[in-house]
């Protein structure tokens, strides 16, 4: 997740969603809900990552900060032990302005376009040989503009918009697993954007096509295919049959009930998958807690944003999902059980609350976010004061 403020004003960072074990950074281990917005303790974040049970946050002076759960050495330099539930600053000497967490394994890019690696190495996602518990840099020959990564795959994004990648063979493209970063020749055009959910992956290339591999259940790659996995880049027919160009995508952090969301160049929102709970935004009757009654949604279909704006970015998380708007207001839709759709309407519910509508998070109404980034159970907004 990238900031782009170019305001002066100092920015603070909020979680909110399901607490089991410190991963919201607030300071709290007991598992609770928090289903308003808390701050986070860093002074002006810049970029936020988080996948499992882990998060990195990056400051604008390009101090780093991990919290959460530590298991595979995923936070790599990191003195706080098995866990913490409170940002600790992991020490490194390199000034950096991006972070990308996967499941085991954390990516950072510094300020002259390397890239630093640490945690599992299991399918070769750290991009180099061995495993670490310290961030240790990887050699992609090339300076990197942008690092991405996913649950035991990587990808490198170079100056010249070539696409790298590292780890295991269902997600990489390459049909082997990578130790060393290796080029994706499929993207001809170059690439402009890439995102890794749980087992499925969205790459925008430099002409804003949108192209997805990996695990197809509930037709969440939108590319009209009944196979259960596709292993190479496909293009999403339709949206280029509509002459719609993509600048963001997003893909479901979940195993299961999987959706994908994306933004074009002139703001409109587009999701398809699963549309469990409303997730989709497309329920406006009929739903129950069961999914049987609700049909998966094959090709991309358009949000109405008549009355919201347009899009800055999307967010597809496990079971629910976001929509940030160039103004800087924050909807979300979906699930709302453990507090992770950031509305007071969830006290006194279970696991039946939801919306199926995208609805705004009126806690920011006094703030601009600047961005958002979600895991399963919880989310994290870059904010500045109005």
Known sequence: MESSSQSSNQLELYSWGLNKGGQLGIGQTKARCEMLPKKVKLQNPADVSTFSNS?????????????????????????????????????????????????????????DGLCLSAGQNKSGELGREGSDASFDFIDCKLPLRSVEAGFSVSFYITIENQLLTSGKKSLNTLNKDIKIPSLVKFFSNGVHQIQCGYNHVGCIDQINDLYMWGNNQNSKLGVRSKAEFVDQPTLVKYLKEKDVKISQVSCTMGERHGHTGCVSVDGRAFFWGDPYKGKLGNLQAGWTHEKEDNEDVENPFELDLSTIGKAKKVLCAGIHSGLLTEDGKLYTFGCGSDGRLGHPDYEGSTYLYKESIPKLVEFFNEYFIEDVTSSYYWNYAIVRKL
């Open 55 to 111: 998060s990195i946050c990056v400051t604008k002076s390009g101090k780093i900060f991990g919290w959460g759960n530590n298991q595979k050495n995923r936070l790599g330099n990191f003195s706080g032990g098995d866990n913490s539930a409170s940002p600790v600053e992991i020490k490194l000497t390199q000034k950096i302005i991006q972070v990308s967490c996967g499941q085991y394994h954390s990516l950072l890019l510094t300020h």
